[in-house]
């Protein structure tokens, strides 16, 4: 079975920028959740989205947003990009009645210049 | 509202020698344990997990943990590490609520394995 995908792998954009990530869960998986990891921050929750509706939200600006496709794939969209946003993003699909046990991707490295 | 404290950000130690990673979280009627790993350029991988039944879990490369519920802990220990061990990892725990379950990770152990 296919792991968890996310494209693109490695992104640079420029302050002001808007970018799209994407991510594929595991066949079956219906939840889809996705983390900022900085340094200085650690892993810090974004989003989950569950049957294409969120269903929990962490404390990010509304300049993050996502969505969910009726095939689970998901979309995260940040806007008016600034440098703080530099990170790895972390999308990780679960199935229910697992408990959230968490399936992660690969990440996408953003860099913000 | 559940919190996880990783209570070493950085733990050296030579190959070979045993290691334990401390984890303790806030107090819940129903609680759901795992410890993850994040090798370099990587995204994090399950090591293992407590969900119920017993306390002592095991995970496949020699790692295990111990589900203490009077002390809140979760430790993680190994008794002969090797330098591929060399990662952070992360502990977990899963929260149900009300708008299903909600994971919160600690912040992460950096594991330096030395020759």
């Known amino acids: 079975k296919a792991g968890v995908t996310q494209t693109p792998r490695y992104l640079i954009k420029t302050r002001g920028q808007q970018v799209t990530l994407s991510c594929s869960p595991i066949s079956g998986h219906r939840s889809v959740s996705w983390y900022q990891q900085t340094p200085g921050q650690g892993l810090q929750f974004l989003f989950e989205y569950f049957s294409e509706t969120q269903r929990n939200k962490g404390n990010f600006p509304g300049r993050f947003s996502g969505r969910q496709f009726s095939n689970s794939r998901s979309e995260m969209n940040v806007s008016t990009l600034e440098l703080g946003d530099s990170a790895l993003y972390l999308c990780a699909s679960s199935l229910p009645g697992s408990y959230n046990e968490q399936f992660f991707g690969p990440g996408t490295r953003l860099t913000v210049l | 509202a559940q919190s996880v404290t990783q209570l070493d950000s950085q733990v050296p130690v030579f190959e070979e020698a ?29 090591l293992l997990k407590y969900l119920s039944g017993s306390t002592l879990v095991e995970s496949i490369n020699g790692f295990e943990a111990e589900f203490n519920k009077s002390q809140t802990s979760f430790h993680l220990r190994k008794p002969s590490v090797h330098i591929s061990d060399t990662a952070e990892y992360f502990c977990a725990v899963s929260d149900p609520g009300t708008g299903g379950f909600k994971t919160i990770f600690g912040a992460g152990t950096r594991l330096f394995v030395k020759a």
């Open chain 2, 18 to 46: 045993p290691v334990e990673l401390r984890c303790n979280y806030s107090s819940s009627v129903s609680v759901y344990l795992f410890w993850y790993v994040q090798y370099p350029n990587q995204g994090l991988q399950l």
